[in-house]
């Protein structure tokens, strides 16, 4: 019999209300032993999912005996009891919600602690428990703790759609439609003689060529999701003193960075995070870009290009239009939104020709003037590369390495000779899906599908 655990699922103390929850087979006895007396136990076997209000005691160190007469009350708190297998975990389930304070919280913690079997539980135990008893697959598992940390509205849609099965969907009809190749393949090479679809094999490879053509789309999509997951990456480079990390500072409402009138003041990569529509953005400051002979200098200068080579929107900032008329001082990638940025449009305004073109802008980190346009613009840059990542299911690299391994024996498969090998790759494919999605039963879900197809046997 496994452990029964138990955790604060709510945030840390204090709070309104802390929710302590409890899985296993001992969570309804645990429940029991802190809020009634034996003879009164019956009283308490809560109404599934529905709230009662109990005193908590501190429990009777014999357990069996439950509190003691008149002991003393710990908190006065609402339970709920969920009982297995329709539960989260799929395992008896009860929660307490107490009051949010440290010390109510450790006290109930303590009594659950000394009961029988009862313990703390591991980091992502109650997850891993839903997932053991298959009420969510990995895919489910990992958007649910991509849900937990979402911090911004588009990560918040893209967890929740996958947290709620959308992936596991996708996985699942990918599935069923390698066991259906891989089905009729089987039928072909153990039954050539019977009467099988003639363009069966037709019919199959281009099944096998949609399936590949989709998990490309999906791999491509999937990669731009990670912006969506972990931030999109915008940039601020241009030469020393023009202004970068004011504009930084500005945006982020905070003086995170150092501002001075000498030129050559940043030297580190100082980052925020802002939510930009919606949109996680990581704004990273970085050195003014020059020759210098100052050994710190020149590091600063190295990783301000690095950053500018590894950014999803580069700032390139001036405090003179003539310099965008050059070359951009870092390896410009075509790839790449770069927004040219007239600063200080406090002092001198910016010719408005220059201005004719969208992507450029003048600012001041003084009046703020023309940083709302700004703001705009790197939010719509955002929705139109990122907002269609959250069609993908191949949210994190695991997945789409996975996706492209499976590509790839699909592609073997395509060029076999035999058709018995090229059934070995529709099961490799098969085993990468299952490795996703954590569930690997190709053989039991190929022994169903496989009877309609034993043609007349
Ligand atoms: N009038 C005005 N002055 C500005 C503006 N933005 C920056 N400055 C001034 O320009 C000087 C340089 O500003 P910084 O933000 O430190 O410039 P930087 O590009 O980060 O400089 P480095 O870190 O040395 O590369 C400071 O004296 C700022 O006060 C602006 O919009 N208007
Ligand atoms: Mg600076």
């Given amino acids: 019999m496994s452990d029964t655990i138990f955790a604060l699922s709510s945030g840390p103390a204090p709070a309104g209300i ?30 599934p999912r529905h709230a009662h209000r109990r005193k908590l005691y501190r429990p009777n ?69 839903a997932f053991a008893n298959g009420n969510m697959d990995l895919t489910e598992a990992e958007a649910l703790s991509d849900l937990i940390a979402a911090e911004t509205e588009a990560q918040r849609r893209l967890a929740l759609r996958l947290a709620t099965g959308a992936g596991h969907d996708r996985y699942q009809d990918w599935t069923d439609r390698l066991v259906r190749i891989l089905a009729l393949i089987e039928a072909a090479v153990d039954f050539p003689e019977d009467d099988l679809p003639p363009d069966m094999l037709d019919q199959n490879a ?22 969506i997951r972990d931030g999109v990456r915008v940039a601020i480079v241009g030469s020393p003193n023009v202004g970068k990390s004011s504009l930084l500072n500005k945006l982020a409402g905070r003086d995170a960075a150092i501002v001075s009138e000498i030129a050559g003041t940043t030297r580190d990569v100082i ?36 950053t500018a080579e590894s950014a999803d929107i580069i700032l390139w900032v001036s405090d003179d239009p003539m310099v965008f008329d050059m070359p951009a001082p870092f390896g410009v990638l075509d790839t790449i939104p770069v927004f040219q940025l007239l600063t200080k449009c406090d002092l001198v305004s910016a010719p408005s020709q220059w201005l004719d073109d969208p992507n450029r802008f003048g600012i001041s980190s003084v009046t703020g003037v023309g940083l709302q346009d700004l703001l705009s613009a790197i939010t719509s840059v955002c929705a139109e590369r990122y907002g269609q990542a959250t069609a993908a299911v191949a949210v994190r690299a695991r997945h789409r390495e996975a996706l492209s391994r499976a590509s790839e024996a699909l592609e073997a498969s395509l060029a076999q000779p035999e058709l018995a090998l090229s059934g070995e790759d529709i099961r490799v494919a098969l085993m990468e899906m299952g490795r996703i999605t954590g569930r690997v039963d190709v053989e039991t879900v190929l022994d169903v599908v496989f009877q309609e197809f034993c043609i007349g046997k």
């Fill in 18 to 47: 802390a929710v302590i929850r409890l899985s296993g087979p001992n969570a309804l006895a645990a429940l029991q032993s802190l809020v009634t007396s034996p003879s009164d136990r019956a009283k308490c076997t809560p109404r």
């Fill in 61 to 129: 160190p014999e357990f069996i005996a439950g509190p003691i007469p008149g002991s003393e009350v710990l908190d006065d708190a609402l339970i709920l009891f969920f009982p297995g297998p329709a539960s989260f975990t799929g395992e008896d389930v009860v929660e307490l919600h107490c009051h949010g304070g440290a010390a109510t919280i450790a006290a109930v913690l303590q009594a659950l602690g000394q009961y029988p079997d009862c313990r703390l539980a591991e980091a992502g135990e109650f997850s891993r428990r």
């Fill in 206 to 227: 281009n099944a096998i060529a949609s399936l590949i053509a989709e998990w490309e789309q999906d791999i491509r999509l999937g990669a731009l999701s990670s912006a």
């Fill in 271 to 306: 980052e925020v995070r802002l939510d930009l529509g919606g949109y996680a953005v990581t704004l990273s400051d970085t050195a003014g870009l020059r020759d210098t002979p100052d050994a710190v200098e020149g590091e600063g200068v190295r990783r301000a290009r690095a």
